[in-house]
């Protein structure tokens, strides 16, 4: 049986809607949440719109400061060619098309170069052609007619960082950003950019599909804004509420900029990995850390593999993992091609192209730890924000040839100080009935090397550490003891009596006594001993100084002065000493950077000059902003800085520094070695000065000399060094008028005749020559008689065959001497020799001015 229901009629007209309760009440919810949302929506919106403005009123990147490194000069007759010349005009800037660049540009011709500086070129207005006939220079005319010489546009080493981030950026427009660029980055980050309005919802739908089926993150569906505003105004938190906030910004910036400045934007603060200690930010600086050129001459593959490692710049390093790297930028090369922005073509020819980067050597190119020092410089002259907004480019003294040179020698160096420092450490173990080999833990021996012109103070080449991204300590301006490298401050004061009328005139002949000694000074006493407790009796001044002889020194600058030693050593910028017996082992502290100023005193004619690192500062409009002069001060008599020079010499010929020659650096050399609880070496040619130390950060001992760590270095830098053109010109040093080279007997340190034929020149103040002859000697012998039992001015042999390269000349491993009177061998007295002098390990007396120091 059928049942009808009567159900009520339901009015559907809106003012029945109205009355309904229900209606009303959802109504009521809507226009509350929708005020709520408004209110909450306008809110963000305000508060980040001025947020933007404010980001954005000023400059968006600081434009930093560009550090330049010095021109280099091609000169007639130097042997180059024309492609060398181009590479380094094009890392300087220049373009091979005529107005593509606005620093200059450059024309191969058959026969040479034409160069064209631009408008941006503030170094080398002139354009000039230079021509090559079988690869050297055979004219080059300018301007003004035929050129001795052409300055070339110096290269850029680096842009100044940013302190509180420890970033580096380079600042470019979007016309300078090349347009493979462009599309590369488009191709696997954001294909509908130039399309959408900040925030490309369909991606983000289906990112968040794929991340939901695989049950993790796998797609990223943030535009290019979006990354922007993310990385610019949130923090790295993931939350559905930054990410509402950063859409909210992303599509504020797309209504405030352009696309291309949005592109801009983004193409400056791009985090692209780490160089060093430094984060690499955006790809005109990425450009550079990775293949050092410009952005605008940045290759397909190469833009390819930048666009590709922003996904996980650490992860993609093309350093570390070269081939995640390399699978990345193919991926990008497959996005170009299926954007047509490159063709099959061009793809394929592209993924065929191995991986090319620069070298990660970032002290070899981006000379970190002299930045560092040029920075402070120009801090100490300039406010830090001029420095970060005003484009100032600064023209320093590096060169980057010798600077590789100097990164290169110090890895070589290092290497071997690592080998005899483990050997060190190497103990045998009797563990029952077997033998173990342990090597104790210890410190990194640390380095630093200083390189500078000594006639013009200009800082050349320096290296402050192993490695910047690990240490940003810089030991080229951190104060060590001395050691031997303070030396040769004590007999030039001596060699200063053949002028300054005192009693008894000294010289390289004078006579020493090399025997344990105790020195008073004060009411304390004072008790140098020489390395392995080895005395020599009486020996001359020359040979006390080349066998680096403690207990002769410090008998010399009793006799001389301690006051006048102190003076002199104060007066070349050594300004730690006390006049103490310890001064004269360099028991007191100096930089490298110090004693490379000091020893210009001995380089330069006597003349002290400051080290400089910046020649001039200019502003954007090449305007010269600031210049820097070294400062220059007559320390030395011209006479007595080039017989200590000659004396210096003998230091690399027969004495403590023979490992250099042979390392085979046979070039005109003087230099000393010292040795403290750390190892000095410092030397000079006639155009290249340079110090190397060797030592511990903890200050503990290397218990190794400066002959066998820090003088393989010098080495190793300088025959790099002389092998370059503008360092190639090594000559004999200059004699100064009031010099005089005699020839001496090598028996008895007297004017040699006939009779007596075995001889070696010495330089004299003239008037302080020996005035007696050999053949009046009255039976003394000179030093080489009773050392070798022969004469002996000579260099003494090479390491024997099968010997490391480190090996001292006639030395036994582990030979010692405990009874200081007891006779050697032949070979017995030469095996010191090469061994740079140390002293006992048990400390001498305080010095009596109450300093601590104490010579090791």
Known sequence: MAIKLKLPKINMTRKGLARDPVVRIALTVFVVLATVAGGIFTY?????????????????????????????????????????????????????????????????LRDGIEINPGPDSYHSPEPASIHIQGGQVGSITGKSGDLAAYELEPQMITALFDAEQRSKRQVVKYDDIPKIMVDAVLAIEDRRFFEHSGVNFVRMAEATWVDLTH?????????????????????????????????????????????????????????????????????????????????????????ALLAGIIQRPSYLS??????????????????????????????????????KLAPPNVEASDAPYFVDLVRETLISKLDERQMNDQSYRVYTTLDPDLQKAAAQAVEVGMKLVDEQVTKLRTKRIKVGK??????????????????????????????????????????????????????????????????????????????????????????????????????????????????????????????????????????????????????A??????????????????????????????????????????????????????????????MMEGVLNFGTAFPVRARGFNAPAAGKTGSSHDGWFAGYTSNLLCIVWVGYDDYSDIRLSGAQTAAPIWAEFMKKAVALPQYSDVKPFSQPVGIVDVQLDKL???????????????????????????????????????????????????????????????????????????????????????????????????????SGNAPH
Not at 466 to 492: C, D, E, I, M, W
């Open 44 to 108: 963000y919106y305000v508060h980040y719109d001025r947020i933007i403005d404010q980001r954005f009123k000023g400059p968006v990147f600081s434009n930093s400061a560009k550090i330049y490194a010095i021109p280099r000069a091609v000169r007639v007759g130097q042997r180059i060619d024309s492609k060398e010349i181009a590479a380094q005009l094009r890392r300087a800037g220049y373009s091979d098309k005529d107005g593509q660049s606005v620093m200059g540009s450059y024309r191969l």
């Open 215 to 303: 049950q993790r993150h796998e797609q990223g569906g943030s535009t290019l804004t979006m990354q922007l505003s993310r990385g610019f105004f949130l923090t790295p938190q993931k939350t559905v509420k930054r990410k509402l906030v950063e859409m909210l910004i992303a599509m504020e910036l797309e209504q405030k900029f352009s696309k291309q400045q949005i592109f801009e934007f983004y193409a400056n603060w791009v985090d692209l990995g780490q160089r060093g200690s430094f984060a690499i930010s955006g790809f005109a600086e990425a450009s550079r850390a990775y293949f050092n050129k410009d952005l605008k001459d940045i290759t397909l593959p190469e833009a």
């Open 318 to 355: 093309p350093y570390r993992h070269p081939e995640r790297a390399l699978e990345r930028r193919n991926l990008v090369l497959d996005g170009m091609l299926d954007t047509h922005a490159i063709t099959k073509a061009e793809a394929e020819k592209a993924k065929a192209t191995p991986l």
């Open 434 to 583: 077997k033998v173990e080999t342990k090597v104790q833990p210890g410190p990194d021996a640390q380095v630093a090397l200083v390189a500078l012109d000594p006639h013009t103070g200009e800082v050349l080449a320096l290296v402050g550490g192993r490695n910047y991204g690990l240490s940003q300590l810089n030991h080229a301006v951190a104060k060590r003891p001395t050691g031997s490298v303070f030396k040769p401050f004590v007999y030039a004061a001596a060699m200063n009596t053949a002028l300054d009328g005192t009693n008894p005139v000294f010289t390289p002949a004078s006579t020493l006594e090399d025997q344990p000694t105790t020195f008073t000074y004060g009411d304390q006493i004072y008790e140098p001993r020489n390395y392995k407790e080895e005395y020599h009796g009486e020996v001359t001044a020359r040979y006390a100084l080349a066998l680096s002889l403690n207990n002769a020194t410090v008998k010399l600058a009793d006799q001389v002065g301690y006051d006048k030693v102190a003076d002199l050593a104060k007066a070349a910028g050594i300004t730690s000493v006390k006049a103490t017996p310890a001064m």
């Open 585 to 646: 082992l360099g028991a007191y502290d100096a930089t490298p950077l110090d004693m490379a100023a000091a020893y210009t005193v001995f380089a330069n004619a006597g003349v002290r000059i400051s080290p400089v690192m910046v020649n001039s500062v200019r502003n954007a409009n090449g305007d010269v902003v600031m210049d820097f002069t070294p400062e220059k001060r007559p320390v030395l008599d011209p006479r007595v800085a080039f017989v200590m020079t000659n």
């Open 748 to 850: 008895t340190n007297r004017l040699a005749t006939p009779s007596c034929p075995d001889t070696y020149t010495a330089a004299f103040i003239a008037g302080t020559e020996p005035n007696e002859t050999c053949d009046q000697s009255n039976g003394l012998r000179g030093f080489f008689s009773r050392v070798f039992g022969l004469g002996g001015d000579k260099a003494l042999p090479p390491p024997p065959p099968g010997a490391s390269p480190g090996a001292q000349p006639g030395s036994e491993a582990g030979a010692s001497s405990q009874d200081p009177k007891k006779k050697k061998g032949f070979f017995g007295k030469i095996a010191g020799i090469f061994k740079d002098d140390k002293s006992s390990n048990n400390p001498p007396p305080k010095p009596p001015d109450n």
